[in-house]
Every structure is written in C-alpha cells, then in structure tokens.
C-alpha cells in the first residue's frame, strides 16, 4: 500500500477493519457498479462481500 499511496496519493485506503471496508463501500458505491475483490483467502473478503449482497443493503437479487 505504502508503493500505491507514493504512485497516487489520495487513490488508497486503509481499513483495520473489514466492517469498516463495508461500510464505506456502502456509502460510496451507486448501482450499477462493479468492485473487485483481491486479497489472500486469510482475509474471508466474502464476509464483506456478503454484507454488501444483501437484500437489505440495496441488493436487489443478493448478487451484484
């Protein structure tokens, strides 16, 4: 991240927290959008990806 951040400050973001990852893709994002995830299988960013999905987070169908 610190190589990103010198390339084009203001483009990364750092969460400690996953649920913190979620909340600000949920305040940022605008249907239709796509996002791709990329992380080691250590993370479980399906948890985010979950969360996002869901009914009552604006997914219509669950997926997006």
């Given at each position: 991240a610190d190589a990103a951040r010198k390339a084009g400050p203001g483009k990364v973001r750092h969460f400690p927290t996953k649920s913190g990852v979620a909340d600000f893709l949920m305040e940022t994002l605008r249907s239709p959008c796509h996002v791709l995830?990329?992380?080691?299988?250590?993370?479980?960013?399906?948890?985010?990806?979950?969360?996002?999905?869901?009914?009552?987070?604006?997914?219509?169908s669950g997926t997006t």
């Open positions: 995830f990329k992380g080691s299988r250590g993370m479980a960013l399906e948890t985010i990806i979950a969360e996002l999905t869901t009914p009552e987070n604006g997914s219509e």
